[in-house]
């Protein structure tokens, strides 16, 4: 099965193509929602996260207090290190796992990070969504309840759109309206189709 990697900065509209590419019959494989998973009570993750960074990481319901997490991580990059070695290589599994699962012609594993945490190995194509910051600011602006300061501080510790394009196989250039997304998602779905073919 061909496998394709699906990033971009936030805002940039990897959620609303995830779910373009899903309406046209494409499993979907969330990063994120296999890490939020992972750290859920019971499983083997949360435990060792509490065991490493002390159980004033769990609140009283023994669930993940992440504002304290992120708190302990912020700029520690030793404690930062620490967290990725206990979620990513069960992150890798998990998505590994899952994909050994599909009967489809190709998947999309959504890896908003794939950059920042060097996974482009993980697929056998990088889709990267890329829209104009400006884009990014009013998406988010719109979406979530930030200001313009906190959107463009978390785009600035993301990768940049050059590192990101360096990587690409693909790009889906969300600079348009909606439509204008949906015609390129559909593209690309029968380009993976035919790609699917041929390996
Ligand atoms: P990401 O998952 O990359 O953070 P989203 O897919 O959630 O981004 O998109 C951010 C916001 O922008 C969402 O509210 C989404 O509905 C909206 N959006 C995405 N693409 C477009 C577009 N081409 N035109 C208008 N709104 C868009």
Same mark, same amino acid.
């Given at each position: 099965?061909? /496998? %394709? ?21 494409? &499993?979907?494989?969330? *990063? ?6 992972? %750290?859920?009570?019971?499983? &083997? ?9 002390? !159980?004033? /990481? ?7 207090? !992440? *504002? ?7 700029? @520690? ?27 489809? &012609? ?8 794939? %950059? ?8 056998? !194509?990088?889709?990267?969504? @890329? ?7 009013? !998406? /988010? ?19 940049? &759109?050059?590192?990101?394009?360096? /990587?690409?196989? @693909? ?5 348009? @309206? ?6 390129? %998602? ?14």
């Amino acid at each position: 099965m061909l /496998v %394709v990697a699906l990033t971009g900065g936030i805002g940039s509209g990897k959620t609303t193509a995830c779910q373009l590419f899903e309406k046209l019959g494409t &499993p979907i494989i969330d *990063a994120d929602e296999i890490a939020r998973m992972l %750290v859920q009570p019971g499983q &083997p993750a949360l435990n060792e996260i509490a065991k490493q960074f002390g !159980r004033s /990481v769990l609140t009283t319901e023994g669930t993940l207090n !992440r *504002a304290k997490l992120r708190q302990m991580i912020f700029s @520690d990059a030793a404690k930062k290190n620490l967290l990725e070695s206990i979620l990513h290589p069960r992150i890798r599994e998990e998505m590994a796992h899952r994909i050994t699962q599909l009967d489809a &012609p190709y998947c999309i594993v959504a890896i908003p990070l794939l %950059v920042e945490t060097q996974q482009m190995g993980i697929a056998d !194509r990088i889709l990267v969504i @890329d829209a104009p910051e400006t884009e990014q600011l009013k !998406r /988010v602006a719109l979406r979530d309840n930030q200001s313009q300061t906190e959107i463009a501080a978390i785009i600035s510790s993301q990768a940049t &759109p050059t590192a990101r394009l360096a /990587v690409a196989d @693909d790009i889906i250039h969300n600079d348009g @309206d909606l439509k204008r997304l949906q015609q390129q %998602v559909e593209a690309h779905h029968q380009k993976y189709l035919s790609l699917s073919m041929t390996i």
